[in-house]
């Protein structure tokens, strides 16, 4: 009969053994199961910040075009002033030419009416 205790014990024994094994088995995998989750949260932030970072980014870059638009705009303005400037500077100068050709004409007229007078 104690042979048979000896026996039911190392059973019980094998048996807390084997229960022990499982708890630290499923202790294990919460373990693994629980850093992945962590990991995987980690991640997603990260990917997260990127986005954010990008976004801000191109916010950036977006007002900076609309600065870079509106300044060629401006430019654009002061090329149309310049051209009407130029322009009427050539208006001016045809204008002056003409005038000095009267100017030579009337000399002309003037000095054959003296020569004849």
Do not use: P
Not at 72 to 82: F, H, M, P, Q
Not at 91 to 115: A, M, P, T, V
């Amino acid at each position: 009969m104690e042979q048979n205790e000896d026996e039911v014990v190392q059973q019980d024994i094998k048996n807390e053994n084997g229960e022990d094994s499982q708890i630290e088995e499923i202790s294990k995998n919460q373990q693994e199961n629980d850093q992945k989750e962590e990991n995987y949260k980690k991640e997603e932030e990260d990917e997260d910040q990127k986005i954010t970072n990008n976004l801000f980014l191109i916010k950036e870059a977006w007002l900076k075009l609309k600065e870079i638009e509106d300044n060629l705009e401006g430019v654009d303005l002061s090329k149309n002033k310049i051209n009407l400037i130029n322009e009427e500077s050539k208006e001016y100068f045809e204008l002056d030419g003409q005038l000095k050709e009267e100017r030579e004409n009337h000399e002309k007229k003037i000095k054959l009416i003296e020569e004849v007078s």
